[in-house]
């Protein structure tokens, strides 16, 4: 049955992300924010960001997405929180080269590193990166 | 009717193949339809035997090309009973054809308070050219709202429409809520405001009889990808009375009659909306798809897809958990069917989809008003066209049925 491959995709870790995500919600107390869209499906995604002395060190998510969209944010939320912005920024770059099937530090990724397997989804490639897209725009932000 | 009863479907040799290791089920039609491969063979056969520019040549090349190319507005005038064969404009799709009318007719006849009337079905190539035209002209933009079905209704366009009511743009059939709006009625109103009717017929033209006669409606906009053509070409179809009083929207070659240093006289219907180079082959083989589909006869396309709404309808509500959007009785939804799972969303239904081989769009299917409307944010989308077969339903149910599965118990 063809659906076995979208274990590759789906993985059971994705899966509980998904359905129960880590820091959603808002910050009352953010420096920086941002709103970004999928402009494929309409998804939205509200980002916000407490940084303190170069360190992320609060960050919340909301909106509404797929299950991809909302695991990948759910797992960038906890692989930078208390990084340096410099580390975070590392991140995002290892976590785009490694979904666009290239070369790339997977290590550093912690939980998100399981995301790997969209790199065979093309299709699913912006639900993935969506939440880190917003965290570089944020951080980017003046 | 199962895939080998299906007497057109073998005609379409891209049909006959496998994704993701099982057999392809092709229902994005709305999207794009496939080609037969009698149209793909006639556009490798023109660039083979008939390849030159059109109304420039006079050698015997650019002779046949040019009446091919003549040859095919005629086929499309009288697939959609158009009075003239000089009321059929090629442009590079329903797109284009609806931004030409906002540019040309638009920038022509509106002013400061007058309004264009659209609806809250509109696909955004049918709002946003009204949209902009009434920004740079500071008229209103009204929308009419849909009835419980998801019809555009009668009852408020009678309202929406007014006395300065200049352009009552609709969709012929929405291509997310699948219902055949009233634009017949809708024209007579706007008719009665003396405000003119543009018909969007991009879902309709390829699916069912359209006489632009018998609706009476001043413009029609379609496009040939959708109805077995190339990608690239489309018709605007305009009465000829407005499109000889329309001024054209693009200049350079083709389009004139005489230029001078400083001014420049415009050449006749069509060719004035026809500047530079068309797209040649496409029209030629858009007239070779037309010949297609009026073999099989559009009343008969229409009536086999209904069809298959009576036989699939039913069997996609029975799915627990799964909301159809539009019409819930098949007798009034057409074979464009969105629907979405519960707790699901449909980029990860039309993935799991796909690894069953079907093929579903997901998304705001470039009509974020209506989805806003609707309340959500994106539906997955299966559209029909007459090569499907019951046998292709069937599996896209099996597989809807059994994507839930996988979601509700983690993993296979």
Known sequence: MALSKMDNLYRQVILDHSAHPHHHGELSDSTNEIELKNPTCGDVLQL??????????????????????????????????????????????????????????????????????????PARIKCATLAWKALHKALNKD | MDNKN???????????????????????????????????????????????????????????????????????????????????????????????????????????????????????????????????????????????????????????????????????????????????????????????????????????????????????????????????????????????????????GEMINFVHLYETSWNDLPWKFEAGTPNIAGAIVLGYAVDYLSKIGMQNIFDYENELVDYVLPKLLNIEGLTVYGPQDPAKHTSVISFNLDGLHPHDLATGLDMEGVAVRAGHHCAQPLMTYLGISATARASFYFYNTKEDADILVNSIVATKEFFKNGTV
């Open chain 2, 6 to 252: 299906n007497q057109w479907r073998q005609d379409f040799p891209i049909l006959d193949q496998k994704v993701n290791d099982e057999n392809l089920v092709y229902l994005d039609n709305a999207a794009t339809t496939q080609k037969p491969q009698t149209v793909i063979d006639d556009l490798v056969n023109f660039y083979q035997n008939d390849n030159a520019n059109v109304h420039r040549g006079v050698h015997t090349l650019a002779e046949r090309s040019t009446e091919q190319f003549e040859t095919a507005r005629e086929k499309i005038q009288k697939f959609i009973n158009a009075e003239h064969s000089d009321e059929i404009i090629y442009t590079k799709g329903t797109t284009d054809a609806l931004n030409i009318i906002a540019r040309s007719y638009g920038a022509e006849n509106i002013v400061a308070g007058d309004e264009i009337v659209i609806s809250y079905l509109e696909h955004h190539s049918n709002l946003i050219p009204w949209q902009q035209l009434a920004i740079q002209k500071h008229a209103v933009l009204k929308y009419i709202e849909l009835d419980d079905d998801g019809f555009v209704d009668l009852a408020d366009a009678k309202k929406k429409i007014t006395d300065k009511t200049k352009i009552v743009s609709i969709a012929h059939v929405s291509n997310v809520l699948g219902v055949i709006n009233p634009v017949k009625e809708i024209a007579q109103i706007a008719h009665s405001h003396g405000a003119v009717m543009v018909v969007d017929g991009a879902q309709s033209v390829p699916h069912m009889p359209v006489d632009v006669q018998d609706l009476d409606c001043d413009f029609l906009a379609f496009s040939g990808h959708k109805m077995l053509g190339p990608t690239g070409i489309g018709i605007l179809y305009g009465k000829e009375k407005l499109l000889n009083a329309m001024p054209p929207v693009d200049f350079g």
């Open chain 1, 48 to 121: 916000d960001v407490k940084v303190e002395n170069d360190t992320i060190k609060d960050i919340a998510f909301s909106g509404y997405g797929c299950t991809i969209s909302q695991a990948s944010a759910s797992m960038m939320t906890d692989a930078v929180m208390n990084k340096d912005t410099k580390t975070a920024e590392d991140m995002i770059e290892a976590f785009s080269d490694m979904i666009l099937g290239e070369k790339s530090d997977t290590d550093i990724l912690e939980d998100a590193a399981v995301l790997k397997g969209v790199s065979q989804f």
